[in-house]
């Protein structure tokens, strides 16, 4: 049963809050209520951190560590494990995989998300840019790949064909701007990039630069580039693109939170069965939402003048 949203005076978390009351209610029932979209369909995880840095590595001047969400407060987003990648003035910090990124289900998952939060770097408040490459065996994966995807770009790895022609190619995904301290969901619909590419998997990348000090502008000094840690976790692969729906909600809802501070308040104005609409009130602002279940199933969410369409369902509260 989808649970709509309700009006609810703030409260700050107490200890015993998720503990029934005698009552039979719960406290946390009257918590502010925020949006949150289910991972739809079949999620599986790409990369486990629960006993070590399960195959990445770190190129030039970056180091990777498994953490735990406790050592990490703020860092690491959950109470699992997650991926630090230290960077010591490298341009580009890019860390790789091979192992989980061959083995993984392209072609029947191929919706990719991920969450990345970058620490305080040295000599900059400035954000990074981050954005995941795939490097894919262009001899298996032949000529052929979807015209709505960006031509695969040759790349001069080790690894050659005949007349030393390169065998890999790599696909990129967008540039996500990555604020310091915030954690910020990542996310690439693989499902328009030929199935031969998606079978041909070597390895996945994740790149991040400062954002102003881009890579395409040359090489900078001892104290430029990137100086610090960056954490990654939740990388996952769906067969549902309601995951990457769900990844632009949520970094729409945290560009709300920077914009007007903390979430205090849910003010529905109309509750039907299956529609509900109103304001969300926020410390310096508020904007307006609404939620609908279709005919079919399927649930529209459109925060302010932004529309998300949920196919396989979609969580609609969240307790803070």
């Known amino acids: 049963m989808i649970q709509m949203w309700g009006s609810h005076a703030p409260r700050r978390p107490t200890r015993g809050a998720d503990r029934p009351s005698s009552d039979g209610s719960r406290d946390d029932d009257r918590l502010p209520l925020i949006p949150v979209a289910a991972q739809g369909g079949d ?18 001047l970056v180091s990777v560590e498994r953490v735990r969400g406790a050592d990490r407060p703020g860092a690491v987003t959950s109470d699992s494990a997650a991926l630090r ?17 061959r083995d993984a289900d392209w072609i029947g998952h191929p919706y990719l998300t991920a969450t990345v939060t970058a620490g305080d770097l040295a000599g900059t408040d400035a ?34 064909g005949r007349a030393g022609r390169s065998r890999e190619a790599s696909l990129t995904s967008e540039t ?20 031969r590419v998606r079978d041909s998997v070597v390895r996945l990348e994740l790149v991040c630069e400062r954002a102003d000090q881009p890579s395409s502008e040359g090489p900078y000094g001892r104290g430029g580039g990137i100086r ?10 769906s067969d549902s693109p309601d995951v990457i729906a769900a990844a ?35 410390e310096d602002g508020e904007t307006e ?29 969240e307790r803070r």
């Open 248 to 282: 632009k909600l949520q970094t729409h809802w945290q560009r709300l939170l920077a914009k007007y501070g903390d979430h205090v308040e849910t003010v529905p104005e109309v509750k039907k069965p299956s529609v509900e609409s109103g304001r969300f009130v926020f």
């Open 85 to 101: 990648f230290d960077a010591d003035g490298v341009t580009t910090a890019t860390i790789t995989n091979e192992r989980g990124a």
């Open 176 to 195: 996500f701007s990555v604020p310091q301290g915030q954690p910020v969901r990542l996310y690439w619909d693989l499902s328009g990039v030929d199935e």
């Open 127 to 160: 954000p990074i840019h981050a954005s995941f490459r795939l490097v894919h065996d262009s001899h298996r994966a032949g000529r052929g790949r979807s015209s709505t995807s960006s031509p695969p770009r040759n790349r001069a790895h080790t690894g050659r």
């Open 289 to 317: 939402y609404d939620f609908e279940i279709l005919d079919d199933d399927g649930h529209v969410f459109r925060l302010a003048s932004t529309t998300y369409r949920f196919e396989d369902g979609m969580a609609a509260i």
């Open 43 to 60: 999620v599986i995880g790409l990369c486990e951190f629960e006993k070590g840095v399960d195959g990445w590595q770190g190129a030039d």
């Open 228 to 237: 610090g840690s960056i954490t990654l976790e939740g990388v996952a692969l």
